[in-house]
């Protein structure tokens, strides 16, 4: 069976929120990483939140063609859809005046029975992983972390793993240890 995921990330200044999306296999996501830090980049540059400039061209990447760039006025955001050339992934990037910046990758898990195989893989998927050899990372992180959010959640058919933090060096630490867990974990 093939596995999916979506991704998403909100950095600082005018925040940019990519989602990520695949068919293929989770492990993909290699490149967009380096796109988020793209991204990132321009967000850390900025000192001031303020409502997204259309006039302002998005954030190119060599990996990735622009799809679609527009305002949603509802919520004062800008949206920039982007697809990976190589994957297919696509990924969302959303500006905002927020500083919180968050991650999440989210897993298609839809069940086959009612055992709750999914939320169990949920919890074991953050029992340490290949770079993170301790047992409870999640709970490391909980304690010594300046997050905002850090949690994982199984709907009946997907699997979330967000984490939050106003705090750019703490935010890609979680992101680090989030991706190494889902997609490298030691269970």
């Not at 760039?69 to 005046?97: C, I, P, W």
């Not at 709907?155 to 997609?183: G, I, M």
């Amino acid at each position: 069976m093939r596995s999916a995921a979506i991704c998403s990330m909100l950095f600082a200044r005018t925040s940019a929120l990519a989602v990520p999306r695949w068919t293929r296999s989770a492990r993909r996501l290699q490149g967009s990483p380096a796109f988020a830090a793209t991204l990132a980049k321009g967000a850390a540059e900025s000192k001031t939140l303020s409502v997204p400039d259309l006039s302002v061209p998005p954030v190119a990447h060599a990996a990735y063609e622009m799809i679609t760039d527009e305002m949603v006025d509802e919520y004062g955001v800008r949206a920039t859809l982007y697809k990976h050339t190589k994957s297919g992934a696509e990924v969302l990037s959303v500006q905002a005046a927020d500083e919180n910046k968050v991650f999440g990758i989210t897993f298609r898990t839809p069940p086959k029975d009612s055992t709750g195989v999914p939320h169990i893989l949920e919890h074991s998927v953050l029992c340490g992983s290949k770079k993170y050899k301790s047992k409870e990372p999640f709970v490391e992180l909980l304690k010594g972390s300046l997050q905002t959010f850090l949690n994982a959640f199984t709907y009946p058919d997907r699997t979330c793993y967000p984490v939050a933090s106003c705090n750019l060096k703490d935010f890609y630490n979680l992101v680090n240890v989030y991706l190494d867990a889902v997609l490298h974990p030691r269970a």
